[in-house]
Nanobody, 116 residues
Framework: QVQLVESGGGSVQPGESLTLSCAASGFAFSKTVMSWVRQAPGKGVEWVAGANGDSSSTNVDDSVRGRFTISRDNAKNMVYLQMNNLKMEDTAVYYC?????????RGQGTQVTVSW
């Protein structure tokens, strides 16, 4: 079955960086679009970034453009989210998910908290 396990979250100050990792198994990873989505307290799930199977197509939401980068290593079945210049509004639980958008299966999430 599909398994997605996120790691790398934590508490940081504004302007700092974090890299999230996601270990995937149970499906044809290299042929599957992968995304990062997030859910802030009291809000709905928001798509953040995505990459197709061979990384020839990647995209990020305008709210994180220029600060977040998605990448993947198909040899290791891993997907990453490099987050730079974090802002307080980036505070959320971040999930690794299959497919573009927010409807695909996702992992248990990792908490990112940005505060002074």
């Amino acid at each position: 079955q599909v398994q997605l396990v996120e790691s790398g979250g934590g508490s940081v100050q504004p302007g700092e960086s974090l890299t999230l990792s996601c270990a995937a198994s149970g499906f044809a990873f290299s042929k599957t679009v992968m995304s990062w989505v997030r859910q802030a307290p009291g809000k709905g799930v928001e798509w953040v970034a995505g990459a197709n199977g061979d990384s020839s197509s990647t995209n990020v939401d305008d709210s994180v453009r220029g600060r977040f980068t998605i990448s993947r290593d198909n040899a290791k079945n891993m997907v990453y989210l490099q987050m730079n210049n974090l802002k307080m509004e980036d505070t959320a639980v971040y999930y690794c998910a299959q497919y573009w958008g927010t409807a695909g299966p996702r992992g248990q999430g990792t908490q990112v908290t940005v505060s002074w």
